[in-house]
C-alpha cells in the first residue's frame, strides 16, 4: 500500500488522461454515494475507469461507480469523478486523495465536492441539501492528515491554512443559485469520520456538541489536499438519514443511497447553476 507518491507518478497518472480526452478542465466534481446523476448530464464525455489510471485505487462501494467522466456540463469542460475511494476501504490516504493530486496536475483550478451525509444539527430531515461552511477533521486529529510525509514544494506549502477551506465566493454563488432556483439549502459543519461503521448514540452527541451539523466518512481529506494545491472548494452535503441520537432507529447503506434518488435532483440542479456562474 502506498504511503505517498512522487509527483512524477502523478503525472504519469495525468498524462494518460490528456491522451484519452481534448478536453482541459478547469472544474472537477466528486460525486457521493447516490449522487451519480450529474455524471449523467454530462455532454459528450470521455470515460476513464480508473482501473485503467495507473496507480489509481478502485472503489469496492455500492453507489460508487468508479470511473472519471470529462465532457461539457452548461457549455463547460468539467471534470467529473463519478464515485470515489474511501479511507475505510484499506487504502492509504495517499491512494484516497491521488485523484485530487491528478486533477491538480491537469490544471483544475476549481473542486466541487459532494457527499452523503448523516444529518446531526436537529433541525435537519432526510433529503436536506447542505453547503458546508467549514469541517472538522477528525481524521487528522488523530494521525491522518494526508498531508503527512514529504511535501510537494511546487504544489504547495509544508504548512497550509484551513481557516477558509470551503471558498466563501463559491458559497455565495451557490446560495444566489439555490435562492433563484427555490432550492431550499441548509448550511453547516461537516465532521468527517473514518466509517465504516455507522456513529452510535454517544458519537453523535459528541459530534453535535462539538459543532457538526452532519458526517461522514470522506470528502475532508479531499479538501484538505484541494486546498494545499491551491483549488477553489465548493462542498455539498446530501442529508441522506436524521441522526439517531436517542438510538431508536437503525442505519443502512441501502438508506443512504435510497435517499439519493431524493437528493440527487435537487443537488444536480444546484450544481448545474453554479457551474453556469463560473
Request: charge should be negative; aromatic fraction near 6%; glycine fraction near 12%.
Amino acid at each position: 500500500m502506498s504511503t505517498h507518491f512522487s509527483i512524477s507518478q502523478f503525472d504519469e497518472a495525468a498524462n494518460v488522461v490528456r491522451a484519452r480526452t481534448k478536453r482541459r478542465p478547469l472544474i472537477a466534481m466528486i460525486l457521493g454515494s447516490g449522487l451519480n446523476g450529474i455524471a449523467e448530464a454530462v455532454q459528450s464525455p470521455d470515460i476513464i475507469p480508473f482501473a485503467e489510471l495507473p496507480y489509481f485505487p478502485t472503489s469496492t462501494v455500492v453507489g460508487h461507480v468508479g470511473r472519471l467522466v470529462i465532457g461539457e456540463l452548461e457549455q463547460k469542460a468539467v471534470m467529473v469523478m463519478q464515485g470515489r475511494v474511501h479511507f475505510y476501504e484499506g487504502y492509504s490516504m495517499a491512494q484516497v486523495t491521488l485523484p485530487i493530486r491528478v486533477m491538480q496536475r491537469l490544471g483544475v483550478q476549481t473542486l466541487i465536492v459532494t457527499n452523503a451525509a448523516g444529518g446531526v444539527n436537529p433541525e435537519f430531515q432526510a433529503g436536506d441539501v447542505m453547503l458546508i461552511t467549514d469541517h472538522l477533521n477528525f481524521l487528522g486529529m488523530m494521525g491522518s492528515n494526508p498531508l503527512m510525509g514529504p511535501n510537494y514544494d511546487e504544489i504547495g506549502p509544508r504548512f497550509p491554512d484551513m481557516s477558509q477551506a470551503y471558498d466563501r465566493q463559491l458559497l455565495r454563488v451557490a446560495r444566489q443559485v439555490a435562492e433563484n432556483g427555490n432550492i431550499c439549502v441548509r448550511e453547516g459543519v461537516y465532521a468527517g469520520l473514518s466509517g465504516p461503521s455507522f456513529e452510535g448514540v454517544a458519537d453523535l452527541r459528541f459530534l453535535r456538541l462539538a459543532g457538526a451539523d452532519a458526517v461522514g466518512m470522506s470528502t475532508v481529506h479531499e479538501v484538505i489536499v484541494a486546498r494545499h494545491g491551491g483549488m477553489r472548494v465548493l462542498g455539498i452535503s446530501g442529508i441522506s438519514n436524521k441522526a439517531n441520537l436517542d438510538g431508536s432507529t437503525v442505519t443502512t447503506h441501502e438508506e443512504v443511497i435510497e435517499a439519493g434518488k431524493v437528493i440527487g435532483p435537487k443537488v444536480e440542479r444546484l450544481i448545474a447553476g453554479v457551474v453556469q456562474q463560473l
